[in-house]
C-alpha cells in the first residue's frame, strides 16, 4: 500500500507522471511522447487493485484526463496500446475510440489470420496490451488472430524474448483463454510419427497443464496431427537442432570495449561486428 501512496504522490498537476529516477526502459517513459506510456502504465497498476483503485480514484480520474486529452497526437502503437487497455480498465467512454485507432495501426497477415503492431521495438508488448483490450471489449473472435501471432513469438519453454514481453504476453493469452475456453473441456490429441502413436487426453481439469513428445530427429521425417472433441487449447511443433562447432569457422568478429561512465548502475560499451565472407576459389 505504501508503493501505491508513494506512486500517487509523484503524479504531475497535469495528471501525468514522469520517471524520477534512471530510465531504463525508454519506450516506457516516452521522451518527447508526452509521458503516455509510463503515465498509463502507473493508472493500470492502480486500477488493477480495487482497494487501491477505490482510495486513489481522484488520481486515476486526473491521470485518465490526461490521457483522453492525448487521443489526436498519439502517432506511436506502443503509447496507444498501453491507453487504450487503461482507458478501457476503467470503462471510460474513450475506451472506443482509441481502440478504434489502436486497430487501424494495426498489420494483418495470413489472409487475416494474424493481427499485430509492427514496431522497431517492444513489439510484442505493444501486440500483448492490444490483445488484452480486446479482452476487455469482449473481442475475443478477433482477439484470435493476435493471439496466433503472439503464441508464433514464443521461445521453445513459453517465454518471450524480453521479461516484459514475457510478463504482459502470458498475462494476455491467460485472459483471453479464460473467456473463449468452454467450460467442459474433453478432447484427444493424437500424434503419429516414424511409426508410432501417441494420444494425449486433455479435459476441463487440465487447464494449464503442459503435455508434450519427444522424438529424435533422425528418426522424424514427417508428423500427422489428429484432434477430435470439444475444448480450447495451444498446440505447438517445435524443431531444434545442434551445430557441431569443433571444426567451424567463424564468420563474424565481435569487439567489445568499455566506456568510462559515472553513471550509477551503468554499463556502456562501445560494440563493433565485423563479417567475415567466404571467398569462393573462383
Known sequence: ???????????????RFDEVGPVFHRDMQGGLRQGIALTSFVLIALLEQ?????????????????????????????????????????????????????IGLSTVQQNGTERFWARDAHGIETTAYGLLSFVLAEKYVDGTSIMRWLVKQRYTPGSFPRTQDTFVGLKALTKLAEKISPSRNDYSVQLRHAGRKEEFRVTSQDIGTLQHAQQGVDETAQLELHVA????????????????????????????????????????????????PQLSDG
Not at 487501491?52 to 488520481?59: E, F, G, I, M, Y
Not at 571444426?247 to 565485423?274: D, I, R
Open 229 to 276: 472433441g470439444i475444448g480450447f487449447g495451444l498446440l505447438q511443433v517445435v524443431y531444434e537442432y545442434g551445430v557441431d562447432l569443433r571444426n567451424f569457422t567463424a564468420q563474424f568478429v565481435l569487439e567489445l570495449q568499455k566506456s568510462v561512465t559515472n553513471a550509477n548502475h551503468q554499463l556502456q560499451l562501445e560494440v563493433c561486428s565485423s563479417f567475415t
Open 50 to 102: 480495487p482497494k487501491v483503485a477505490t482510495k486513489h480514484r481522484a488520481v486515476i480520474e486526473k491521470g485518465i484526463d490526461y490521457v483522453t486529452r492525448t487521443l489526436g497526437s498519439i502517432e506511436d502503437s506502443y503509447d496507444l496500446a498501453i491507453a487504450t487497455y487503461a482507458l478501457l480498465l476503467q470503462k471510460h467512454s474513450s475506451g472506443e475510440r482509441f481502440l478504434e485507432k489502436l
Open 1 to 15: 500500500e505504501q508503493a501505491f501512496d508513494w506512486l500517487a504522490a509523484r503524479q504531475h498537476s497535469t495528471g
